[in-house]
């Protein structure tokens, strides 16, 4: 799940493998309209908004951490989160992972939880968690930065999809490995890195193209010009190619015998023919 606002910073749990010990830290937050929740979602009460049941079970997973139920509490933290973006609920998230030894999933939570607006004691014990993390994994992997061109995409890790889109900080593992970048609307892109202690991953940025269909062109210029296509050129007197279906704009080059001109062309699906070699102005 993505989650790229924070709202509602009520409280944080914070925990420690060694003494499992349950702080708060309050800071103050705008508080977002009331949403609907999911019909069918087992976790909201009847009546009950999404963002207060949200709320709800980031309570209830507070208790659970004081109880020292450490993996239950992270079922509530979850279903809080997948119910409304709660900052505290990410972070809650990444806390409990931390405590249980899960590092390299804690990660993108902490990451992620830098991005609230958070006091100066707050950052300095995310930071602190983050340091710890990065310290147990840095026998096996690397923090990378991955950035996309459109901004927000799903990032992947080999087969892992992360919770949290670009930009974002990941941890990659040493050795081979597959990084994807996928937004809707657009081609995903694949980076292969290979890294490892002495030669640790570079971060990664990636232009995504349009997934849009194309269909097969004939454009035919009078001869001896030359070919553009939406400001490009594309060859000479007679171009065959895929072009996005869609309008375009096809210029015909000066010639001894003929001006250059444009013409607005649309591209359907199926083969296209488009022919101004008769063109004579």
């Known amino acids: 799940m993505s989650v790229s606002m924070f709202h509602k910073l009520r409280s944080f749990v914070l925990t420690t493998a060694v003494l499992s010990t349950l702080f708060a830290v309050t800071v103050l937050a705008q508080t977002p309209p009331a949403t609907d929740p999911p019909p069918s979602d087992p976790n909201v009460r009847a009546g009950e908004s999404a963002d207060r049941a949200a709320e709800r079970l980031n309570e209830e997973g507070k208790k659970l951490v004081a109880s020292g139920k450490y993996e239950e509490a992270l079922d509530k933290f979850r279903a809080s989160l ?52 990065g310290q147990a994994l840095k026998l096996s992997h690397a923090p990378v930065v991955v950035e996309s061109n459109p901004p927000g995409g799903t ?102 015998d003929t001006k250059a001109f444009e013409r607005v062309i649309t591209v359907r699906s199926g083969a296209n023919a488009f022919d101004f070699s008769n063109v004579t102005k």
């Open 82 to 133: 997948k119910l409304f973006p709660l900052s505290n609920a990410i972070f809650n998230i990444g806390s409990m992972l931390y405590t249980l030894k899960q590092y390299e999933d804690a990660h993108p939570y902490l990451e992620q939880t830098l991005k609230a607006p958070l006091d100066p004691r707050q950052r300095e014990i995310v930071l602190s968690y983050l340091d710890n993390v």
């Open 155 to 256: 990032v992947i890790v080999n087969t892992k999809e992360l919770p949290f889109v670009t930009p974002t900080r990941v941890m990659i593992p040493f050795g081979t490995t597959d990084v994807t970048v996928q937004v809707a609307g657009f081609k995903p892109q694949t980076v292969v890195v290979s890294s490892s202690r002495v030669n640790p991953p570079k971060d990664i940025r990636v232009r995504l193209e349009r997934d849009e269909p194309d269909a097969q062109v004939s454009l035919r210029c009078p001869q001896g010009s030359d070919v553009f296509v939406d400001g490009t050129m594309r060859g000479f007197e007679l171009v065959r190619d895929r072009m996005l279906i869609g309008q375009h704009v096809a210029r015909c080059g000066k010639t001894m």
